[in-house]
Structures are given as C-alpha cells and as structure tokens.
C-alpha cells in the first residue's frame, strides 16, 4: 500500500470545515470551562458546607471517570431525566463542565496560593471582599495557574475528539469518515494526528507566550 | 486634653488555649512615634495586628482617634460593632508589613491608586495624580510605571508606605519594616519614616532598629511574654541601670554596636 496525498488532498475542503469545527468547540469549551471553573472554585472557596460537598463529589465524579462515559451518560441518559440535547449542544456542555471541573481544582489551588499578606493589605486600604476578590484574588491567582490552565486547554483539544461518537461532525469523525469511504485509513489517521498535534503545539506555544509576557507581574518569591 | 492617636485597654488575644497578649493597656500619643519591641513571638506583631483589624481580640477596647474600633464598651458590656463604622475608624489607619506585599500585577502607581479608585471611588486620573504625589514624596516618581518585581526591596517597602499614605491616614502601623531588607537598603526606608515622623505623623514602629528608635521615638514600649514590661521615653526605657528581661532581650537580639549608640 502506498501513502497517497492527492487522495487525501482532494478532501481538503471538508477536512478544512472539520478543523475550524474542532477549534471553534475547544475555543468556546475552553471559555466555559474557565467561567464554570472559576464559579466552582469561588463558591467552594467561600461557600457553606452542603454546596461545598455536592461540588466536591461532582468535582471527584469528573475527574474519576472516563470523559467518553460521561458523554454518554449525558448525551443517552439526559433524556430519562427530562435533559434532551442535540448532538452539538450535548457535546459542548459534557466538554465545558468537563474542563470547568478540572480548571475548578486549579483554580483553587492558585488562590489558595496568593500569599496572605496580599489579601490584608487590601483589607487595610479598606477594598470589601467582593473588590478584594476582584481586583486582587483572581488576577494574582491567573498568572499563578497559567501553566496548569494551559495544560488543560490542551488537553480539551484531544477531548473534541471524543465528540465523534455521538456525531459532532468534527475533525475526528470526518477524517475517519474519508478513511472508511476510500479505505485510505493509514493517510486518514495520519493527517489527523497531524491536524491534532498542530492544534496542541499552536495552543501550547500561545500558553508559554503568555506566560513570559506574565512574568513582570509575579512576585519576587 | 489632646486626644490619643490610639488607646489600648485590657487588650487579650489567645489564639485557642495560648494567651499571647495579656492585659495590655497602652496610650499612643498624637503626632509622635511610639516604638515597640521585645523578643520574637513577645506579641508585637499581634498587638499591632489587633490595632489593624486583622485580629480580632479576645477582650479589651481599642480606640483609634477616640473612637473606638471593633468593640466598644456600652453599660460595661463588651459588644461589637456595625462594620461601616469599622470601616470609616480603620480608614485613619496604615499599615506597613515586613514583606511589603506589594500587589504584583499592579505597577508602583497602580498599587497606589488603588484604593483611591475602588474604595474612595475618585475618577482615575485624580487618583494617579494624588498616587504620582505620594511617590513623589518617598523619592519614587521615577519608578511609577514599573511592577514590584522590578523594584528593589527598599523601593517596594518605600511603594507600600506610599500606598498607605494614599488614604491619608491620622496613624501609621509598621512592623518590622526592614527587617526583611539588606542592610545597605535600610537606611532609605528609615529616613522615609524619619521625615513621616518630623510631619507629625503619629506612628507605632515594630522595629530592632534600636539607633532609629532611640532617635526618633519618644515613647518605647518593651514586651514581652504578651505583657507589657516597660513604657515611657527611650531615656527612662533604656536607662542603666537596665531592668534585666531588656538587658537580656539588648544583649540576645542586637549587636553591641547599635545598643552602645543608644
Ligand atoms: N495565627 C496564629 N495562630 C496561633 N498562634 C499565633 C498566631 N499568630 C501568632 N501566634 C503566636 O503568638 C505569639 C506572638 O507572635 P507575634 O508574631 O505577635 O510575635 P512577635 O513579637 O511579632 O515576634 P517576631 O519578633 O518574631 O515577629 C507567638 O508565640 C506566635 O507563635
Ligand atoms: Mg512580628
């Protein structure tokens, strides 16, 4: 068997809406992910104990279980309990709450790594809590856990992929799609571990950018 | 009667089973600097966090500017009091930290205005004119765009006394100011403090600096175990012969040098 391109370039138009399809869900997954993240870790930072334990275990039941089976459970079982979703809409939400609960504990351990003092010199100058959290908080806590975030934001990239399965028509469904309609499966899985790997070095190198752009605001420890 | 900068009474604070502040009583004088010191873990961060707000005492009243702060006293009763008055009698307090604590992602300027912004709720302009004056006046408008990373420990400590002086406090809180700076760096911390002190800022300094104590202190206050051992003018504090927890505490922490300056 021979490695034929122009088979696989003559697709290219499809393939090209397959990968702005796969970015345009990570992008708007990985938003989410940093809203619903950042709501999980403050309400656990400051709230009362039974919200904080049902977070907890939602938390502890994401990051213990297969993303592919949450899927499932969301996309086949969300009906039995009157949540009914189309594929696209199932897809991102089971992403966005996936990566929101693995920021959330990222999150966390950034703020909880602010250095107190910060926090009572704002308390000095008089800025209330909700201002401390604001202005102080959370801008020290996202230069802290920008490698982490980054990190994770890669790794929903890889998750887009698992969309296929219930039919995102996404870079992984299509390309496999190319592969069993003209057998060329070893050009097919190719080109799209190159597509994935492009993605991943494009938000890695952005991350790293970043962060040394950051720099200038982290503390002397 | 010239009323007190601030005013400790029958101050306790034990944090679970262990007291580590025991009936203080204390009368910080307007316009003067009051120092205090006393051997590690004697309490003076603590007292000095009480007088913040950044402890809550366990019994006693403190009163700042003749209002009272925290708790009052109401038919011999201790009771709290309403946050917003709180927060109006802890405005007329600065406080200076040993770590500086600087807000990293904020430039020299910005660490200023800050609370001018959000808290006195001034336009942004006005605050950075006011934040531009008060590094003006710390020796630092040459540095006002750069972050604290950029910034030696003597600048940050000088950045940070700005910062306080931004909301024109009537009472200044240091702890330790330069205890956590090289040595050659010390020395323009302490003459920012020294001009505060000749402007008649009324000051309590946590400092082993005894040569800037015993220069610009009128009243030094010697702790230990969480009470207060010694109180009145570096003169009557220091004068031979010496009460022996001071002798032991002069000979323990500081080098012969500085105590034989004092
Ligand atoms: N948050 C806290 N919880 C429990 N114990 C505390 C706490 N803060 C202070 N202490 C204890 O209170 C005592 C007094 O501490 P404090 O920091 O006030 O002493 P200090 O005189 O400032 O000492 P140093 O010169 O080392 O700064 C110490 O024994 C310390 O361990
Ligand atoms: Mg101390």
Redesign the interface.
């Known amino acids: 068997m021979r490695f034929d391109v122009a088979l696989v370039l003559s697709y290219l138009p499809a393939i090209g809406w397959a990968a702005i399809t796969t970015v345009g869900l990570w992008i708007v997954a990985l938003v989410a992910s940093i809203v619903i993240g950042l709501a999980i870790a403050v309400i656990r930072l400051h709230g009362g104990a039974i919200v904080n334990t049902v977070l907890r275990l939602l938390v502890e039941a994401i990051r213990g279980t297969p993303f592919l089976i949450q899927l499932f459970l969301l996309y086949f079982g969300g009906p039995f309990i009157g949540l009914t979703l189309e594929r696209l809409p199932a897809g991102l939400l089971a992403l966005s709450l996936f990566g929101g609960c693995y920021m959330s504990e990222v999150f966390r351990t950034g703020i909880r790594a602010v250095?107190r003092?910060?926090i009572?010199?704002?308390?000095?100058?008089?800025?209330s809590q909700m201002?401390i959290l604001r202005?102080?908080l959370l801008?020290?806590m996202l230069?802290l856990v920008l490698p982490a975030g980054t990190n994770i934001a890669v790794g929903l990239i890889k998750e887009t992929a698992v969309l296929s399965v219930i039919g995102v028509p996404e870079l992984t469904a299509v390309i496999s799609g190319i592969g069993s309609e003209t057998y060329a499966f070893v050009e097919a899985l190719t080109l799209l571990s190159l597509c994935y790997w492009a993605l991943v070095e494009i938000c890695a190198r952005l991350g790293r950018t970043a962060e040394q752009r950051l720099s200038?605001?982290?503390?002397?420890a | 009667m010239i009323i007190p900068a601030a005013q400790v009474d029958g101050l306790d604070k034990e944090f679970g089973t262990t007291r580590v502040l025991d009936r203080i009583n204390l009368t910080i004088p307007a316009g003067q600097v009051t120092c205090l010191i006393g051997p590690s873990g004697s309490g003076k961060s603590t007292l000095l966090r009480c007088i913040?707000?950044?402890e809550e005492p366990s019994a006693g009243i403190i009163s700042v500017g003749g209002r009272p702060l925290g708790f009052s006293l109401e038919n011999g009763k201790r009771v709290k009091l309403p946050t917003a008055h709180n927060?109006e009698v802890?405005?007329q307090?600065?406080?200076v930290?040993q770590?500086f604590?600087?807000?990293?992602?904020m430039t020299a300027l910005g660490n200023v205005a800050?609370?001018l912004k959000?808290?006195r709720r001034m336009p942004k302009a006005q605050a950075n004119e006011i934040a531009g004056q008060k590094l003006d006046e710390v020796g630092l408008a040459h540095r006002r765009d750069y972050?604290?990373?950029?910034l030696s420990g003597g600048q940050q400590q000088r950045v940070?006394i700005a910062?306080?002086l931004?909301?024109e406090p009537k009472l200044m809180l240091f702890d330790e100011p330069t205890s956590s700076l090289d040595p050659e760096l010390t020395g323009e911390v302490l003459n920012v403090m020294r001009k505060l002190a000749e402007q008649g800022m009324s000051m309590i300094v946590v400092s082993h600096e005894i040569g800037f104590v015993a220069s610009v202190a009128s009243k030094v206050v010697f702790l230990d175990h969480g009470r207060v051992v010694l109180d009145g003018t570096p003169q009557e504090v220091f004068a031979k012969p010496r009460h022996p927890r001071l002798a032991q505490f002069l000979d323990t922490y500081l080098d012969r040098e500085a105590v034989m300056l004092a």
């Open positions: 250095p003092g910060h009572e010199a704002a308390e000095c100058v008089g800025l201002q202005r102080i801008p020290e230069v200038l605001y982290r503390f002397a | 913040a707000m950044l927060r802890r405005g307090i600065g406080m930290f770590q604590n600087l807000w990293p992602h800050e609370a959000t808290v972050y604290p990373a950029q940070a910062r306080a931004a909301l």
